[in-house]
C-alpha cells in the first residue's frame, strides 16, 4: 500500500491496541464511541519482534487530537485492532 504523501516508507505496520479493555469514560468525551461495534480478540500477549496475525480498520493517522507544533508526519496504520493472533 502507498504510504501518505510527505511521509516517509517503513518497513513496519503500526498496530493500535485500543479496544481490548473497559474504555474509560473520558475517551468518549475526547474521540466518542470509537471502540462501539469491535469485537476484539487477543489470542496471546504479542511482544516486541513478535510475528502477528492482525485484522481491524485500516486508517490513515493525521494526528489531529494534538496542536497542530506537535503533530506527526501522517502515516497508516490498523486503528482498532480487531483481531490479535500471535503466530
Known amino acids: 500500500m502507498p504510504h501518505p ?7 513496519n505496520i503500526i498496530v493500535e491496541v485500543i479496544c481490548h479493555n473497559k474504555i474509560d469514560p473520558s475517551y468518549y468525551t475526547k474521540f466518542g464511541h470509537y471502540c462501539d461495534g469491535v469485537n476484539s480478540i487477543l489470542q496471546g500477549e ?3 519482534g513478535d510475528r502477528l496475525l492482525v ?25 482498532p485492532a480487531s483481531y490479535i493472533k500471535k503466530l
Open 46 to 48: 504479542p511482544h516486541q
Open 55 to 79: 485484522s481491524g480498520r485500516w486508517v490513515t493517522d493525521l494526528d489531529e487530537t494534538e496542536p497542530q507544533q506537535h503533530r506527526h508526519a501522517p502515516w497508516n496504520e490498523i486503528h
Open 5 to 11: 504523501a510527505g511521509s516517509p516508507p517503513c518497513k
